[in-house]
């Protein structure tokens, strides 16, 4: 079976399985562009929600890369997800976009399962520690 569809096959495994979780889950994604990828050995991200009771980010969902691939029709990047509290862990698949006038800056679409809905930034870690949080935000 091709990767392809094996990413088709568990987003849709994933899709009908919430409902059956009982939980306000519901899958999300992001565009994220990361200036550094391999240069700083970016290990993820981490996906930080806006707190309505207190005006603050708090961490919703980690994502770990796991690594990439190259083939014929590109870079595509393996990744998985884990909600801060635990509840949901998936592996998904996307392409890498390198920047042409900088190789370095990639940018990726990142499926996840968030909880509820509201405004989201981000903060991409290494072995080294964690950038500061985004400058952009997305309601989602």
Request: glycine share 8%.
């Amino acid at each position: 079976m091709n990767r392809s569809l094996r990413h088709a096959l568990r987003l849709a495994f994933l899709a009908l399985s919430l409902p059956v979780l009982g939980c306000d889950l519901a899958l999300s994604s992001l565009t994220v562009e990361i200036p550094d990828f391999s240069s700083k050995q970016v290990e993820g991200i981490w996906v930080w929600r806006l707190s309505p009771q207190t005006n603050q980010y708090q961490r919703d969902t980690q994502i770990r890369f796991e690594g990439v691939t190259t083939l014929a029709s590109g870079q595509t990047l393996t990744y998985a997800t884990n909600t801060a509290g635990g509840v949901t862990n998936a592996t998904f698949e996307t392409g890498v976009v390198p920047d042409p006038a900088d190789p370095d800056r990639v940018t990726v679409k990142l499926g996840f399962v968030r909880g509820l809905p509201g405004v989201f930034k981000v903060t991409t870690y290494n072995a080294a520690g964690e950038s500061p949080l985004s400058s952009g935000s997305d309601s989602l």
